[in-house]
């Protein structure tokens, strides 16, 4: 893991979004969203757990484990809705997935092992 250190990181687990979706996925978020920067389609991905405030030295551990031990096949996930959030001074764009399909169920299985 690039950087890794005791540094203190605000980290996720996410998976990429594909390049041809997230070129899709930005042709349908209006441009006039107030005080939403948006970022570029490379850094698009699905977060499955935030997992807050850690040391670099966690994380690192966290990604070679995934890395070690987690498989997963390529799915499809219906979105649904664009809608923003704001934890603090931040502002995000999120994309939900569609609550009633199937592959929704398995991504949290994915998530909670």
């Known amino acids: 893991m690039k950087g890794a250190s005791d540094d203190q990181l605000k980290c996720f687990i996410g998976l990429p979004v594909p390049a041809d979706l ?6 349908k978020i209006p441009g006039n969203i ?8 490379a850094n698009y991905h699905l977060t499955l757990a935030f997992l807050g405030t850690i040391t670099g030295e966690c994380a690192a551990t966290i990604y070679q484990s995934l890395r070690d031990h987690l498989r997963c096949c390529p799915f499809q ?9 704001q934890p603090a001074k931040n502002r995000f764009l999120v994309v939900s ?8 169920d398995q991504l949290l299985r994915l998530r909670n092992e």
């Open 22 to 27: 997230g070129t899709e996925l930005r042709a």
């Open 34 to 41: 107030p005080n939403v920067r948006l970022i570029s389609v």
């Open 77 to 85: 996930l219906p979105l649904a809705k664009i809608e923003t959030f």
């Open 97 to 104: 997935p569609d609550d009633d399909h199937p592959a929704t």
